[in-house]
């Protein structure tokens, strides 16, 4: 227990030291590659999500999001943690993990994860003060599959959004 409240004041004293500069919401395509021993096959469907920006210095900026996508039967929860280097004033570069939760039954397997772990690249270009997009790209990091053998299951994904910031 103590171990949790020293955890919670850490990271409450952390962020009340970095001040949050845009709150924003985002929507988009999104497109799932299945790769794997029991078969390859691509998907796409959409997603919608929050996001907040922290800048951390002149040129980066830290973009947390909580993001919904649903593709075909697949739905996933995520949260992601990118870090935006600002090449311009309008560019940028993107990288940093997106950890996403299956929803619903499909992963419902003693023989598999719901767990996902990526690691994202992507750009991002600011079209005016609210309004940016951004595109990126999501190689699963972890393995699916947790059974017995040499099984492997990855979900790749590749989105592209557009976002609007209050």
């Given amino acids: 227990m103590k171990k949790l409240l020293l955890i919670v004041a850490f990271a409450t004293l952390t962020l009340t030291s970095v001040n949050a500069q845009q709150i924003g919401v985002l929507a988009g395509l999104t497109s799932v590659q299945y790769t794997g021993d029991f078969g390859d096959d691509s998907e796409t469907g959409f997603h919608i999500g929050v996001y907040t920006e922290f800048d951390l210095s002149d040129a980066i900026i830290l973009q947390p999001e909580l993001t919904y996508a649903t593709v075909d039967e697949f739905d996933a929860l995520s ?20 950890i996403g939760y299956a929803l619903g039954d499909n992963f419902d397997s003693d023989d598999l994860t719901k767990l996902n772990l990526q ?48």
């Fill in 79 to 98: 949260v992601n943690g990118i870090f935006k280097y600002g090449v311009s004033d309008n560019f940028n570069v993107q990288a940093g993990p997106q």
């Fill in 119 to 166: 690691l994202a690249v992507g750009a991002g270009y600011a079209i005016s003060d609210n309004l940016i997009t951004q595109i990126r790209y999501g190689l699963q990091l972890n393995n699916h599959y947790t059974g017995d053998g040499d099984g492997d299951v990855k979900l790749n994904s590749f989105s592209v959004s557009l976002g609007y910031k209050f």
